[in-house]
């Protein structure tokens, strides 16, 4: 299989200003995303998505109302819950005269905008009505841009790329332009917490210093409150001059400029060459695409879409989901929540890696796990429990946020043993001493998870059962915190997770006695007129709660569940594509109901769902999942990730008698949805 081909064959060319889908570039730590022109010259025209430069690095924290940046939870009133006769606190109401301290907690610290990059036409704006002959295309095996336009009738080349090695932009402009009325400028905001990380109106809030080193060398340093960063820059055919606060034009001296702008959270001697950063890249990427699972589809115009996705979810999931922390849902391309991670889709966002032979990009997150885990005892002792909780939302340094929802969220909690056991898993292939080190060297994550599962849930002596008890919200975000018991997917997630973590303790000869009681004796997924419901206090999910994300599925869906009964799970499936509100389903929601009902073995079904022509199901021309009417969530990387996840459940599912590995070249070919695999 030509995969380079195949990959080519999907690069998106656009011919005219296409904002909803701008393409990026980026090392998975940094990134930048550009408009038609290459840069982002027409900022003002390109908002939903913004065009941001971003890095998993950089974070600001605005004073507080009391004039520093000390509010912590002490700080925060909180709401006090029963939970089975003892009290529990967690901070979902915005009290009359706490505001300040909770809106805090809730914003800082957020990503923010490293920069605008953009051309100038005899110093002033350039609109898209100024263009002509416009025409960009992304290669997505090396994850070049390649832009051309007419400017007053005058040709502009622009090739944009980005180092993997640095948070290196690289750029070329070849035009004889250049000489004639065109430049660049470079403008610095200051960092915001919404969706752009911007607000270009504080002017007085940050400096902006350039510092001219030696011929073609140039050094930015930035300061906004405390979130500094350096911006180091090697220039050829050009000088650069601050001719602003915040402003530094870039004024041509050839037909020829090539820049390389390196950013950085503390000062740095790099100045990598555009040849650097262009083979840096290419060699990353061709990696990349060569190593591991490889899946292509033939058959239909629908086969062909669902190769498109597949091929631009790996591209925009290896720029923004597999850094060395958990992404925001936007990744690397504008702020969601203030550019705080959901741990709750970290799983989502990255673990189809592992599925796919490339668990190694999902290890570089794990190390963050360890350095938050006091943060996450943390959590768990402030409301008496044992073990670690891993927090919905999240602050790099592992802090809960305040919200109505977030606080009460608890599937997330068994996220990182399977990660961690996927991991294993790949590692056991090639080397079962690299499997045994790895096991040792995270078992306390491992440890602590599964220590909390098990003191969280509660025993009930009458049903000889251990329950999870309210307050809790599901998966599904529809309900009353007080009004939820058993939720369906979690119990069966603890149940899965706990016995991943005695199977981890045994590698180890230890024993946890507590683990394997709950393990046997933990609540079923309820299940009422023959259909499974989201939790046990409510009689008929299916007409008081069809909207938000079908959670009962998921059981199957994502674990395969033992306990899963497959005719009740068949019969729940079958009335959630009768009666649930489609339109509300999130991106990634259409992958969970892909995989259940290819687990069942309806795969019309799950082709009709995968492909399913709803708003929050539509990807635009640069692959990103669109959750259409949500400006708030210009793009949405779940989607792009469990469409992956998906993908690798399906190769497992048919391969499965044969035994063989997905690490592979495999085609699916179907006529009518009769799958065959070569």
Not at 372 to 395: F, H
């Amino acid at each position: 299989m030509n995969r380079r081909q195949i990959i080519s064959s999907h690069n998106p060319i656009l011919t005219e200003p296409t904002p909803d889908s701008p393409f990026t570039v980026g090392s998975g730590s940094f990134a930048f995303t550009a408009d038609i022109t290459g840069l982002q010259t027409l900022y003002d025209e390109y908002t939903i998505p913004p065009l941001c430069a971003m890095a998993e690095w950089a974070w600001h924290e605005s004073l507080n109302t009391a004039g520093n940046y000390e509010y912590t939870y002490a700080d925060l009133k909180q709401n006090v819950y029963d939970f089975c006769g003892r009290k529990v606190y967690y901070p979902r109401t915005k009290f009359k005269g706490n505001e300040g301290v909770y809106e805090h907690l809730r914003r800082n610290p957020h990503k923010f905008n490293l920069l605008r990059l953009s051309f100038k036409y005899k110093g002033e704006k350039i609109t898209s009505a100024m263009l002509s002959e416009t025409k960009q295309c992304l290669d997505l095996y090396s994850a070049v841009i390649k832009s051309s336009f007419s400017l007053a009738k005058e040709p502009v080349s622009v090739t944009t790329l980005s180092s993997h090695s640095s948070d290196t932009l690289a750029v070329k402009v070849i035009s004889p332009f250049l000489k004639k009325g065109l430049s660049l400028s470079l403008d610095f905001p200051y960092p915001d917490c919404g969706i752009t990380g911007s607000d270009w109106a504080a002017k007085d809030k940050h400096e902006t210093a350039l510092k001219p080193l030696s011929e073609g060398l140039y050094a930015i340093e930035r300061k906004a409150d405390r979130a500094n960063y350096f911006v180091n820059i090697k220039a050829s055919g050009c000088s650069l001059k601050q001719t602003s606060s915040h402003g530094i034009t870039i004024s041509p001296e050839e037909e020829t400029v090539i820049l390389t702008l390196t950013l950085s959270k503390e000062k740095s001697s790099l100045f990598p060459s555009y040849e650097e950063a262009e083979s840096s890249s290419l060699a990353f990427w061709e990696s990349f695409w060569e190593k591991g699972a490889f899946i292509s589809a033939e058959g239909s115009q629908r086969a062909k879409e669902l190769e498109r996705r597949i091929i631009l979810s790996q591209y925009l999931s290896a720029l923004n989901s597999l850094g060395s922390m958990p992404p925001q849902e936007t990744g690397l391309i504008c702020n969601s929540w203030y550019g705080k991670p959901h741990l709750e889709m970290h799983f989502i966002h990255s673990v189809w890696t592992a599925l796919w032979g490339r668990a190694e990009l999902l290890e570089k997150s794990i190390n963050w796990y360890k350095e938050i885990l006091p943060a996450a005892r943390e959590n768990a002792a402030r409301n008496g429990y044992k073990g670690a909780r891993w927090t919905k939302m999240v602050s790099p340094a592992g802090k809960d946020c305040p919200s109505k929802i977030s606080p009460f969220i608890i599937w997330q909690q068994p996220h990182i043993i399977e990660m961690l056991e996927l991991i294993r898993k790949e590692k056991a292939l090639t080397s079962e001493k690299a499997a045994l080190d790895f096991v040792r060297d995270n078992y306390i994550l491992v440890k602590k998870t599964a220590d909390f599962i098990a003191d969280y849930v509660v025993y009930d002596e009458k049903t000889d059962t251990y329950n999870i008890e309210p307050p809790v919200i599901p998966v599904q975000e529809r309900f009353n915190p007080e009004d939820v018991k058993n939720p369906s997917f979690e119990l069966a997630y603890f149940k899965h997770s706990l016995k991943i973590a005695l199977s981890w303790a045994k590698l180890l000869n230890k024993a946890e006695p507590k683990w394997q009681e709950v393990s046997e004796k933990i609540a079923l997924p309820p299940v009422s007129g023959g259909l499974y419901q989201a939790h046990q206090n409510i009689t008929d999910t299916f007409k008081e709660k069809a909207t938000d994300h079908p959670s009962m599925l998921m059981s199957l869906g994502y674990l395969n569940g033992e306990d899963t009964d497959k005719d009740v799970m068949k019969s729940s499936l079958k009335k959630v594509l009768r009666v649930w509100d489609l339109p509300s389903l999130w991106g990634w929601d259409f992958a969970v109901i892909f995989m259940t009902a290819a687990r069942l073995g309806l795969y019309d079904t799950a082709f009709d769902c995968i492909l399913a022509e709803e708003p929050k199901n539509r990807y635009t021309k640069n692959g990103n999942n669109a959750q259409i009417g949500r400006t708030d969530l210009p793009l949405y990387l779940p989607g792009n990730g469990s469409l992956l996840l998906a993908m690798a459940v399906l190769i497992n599912i048919l391969k499965a008698p044969s035994g063989e590995k997905t690490f592979s070249d495999i085609t699916l070919k179907w006529e009518n949805f009769d799958i065959i695999l070569d």
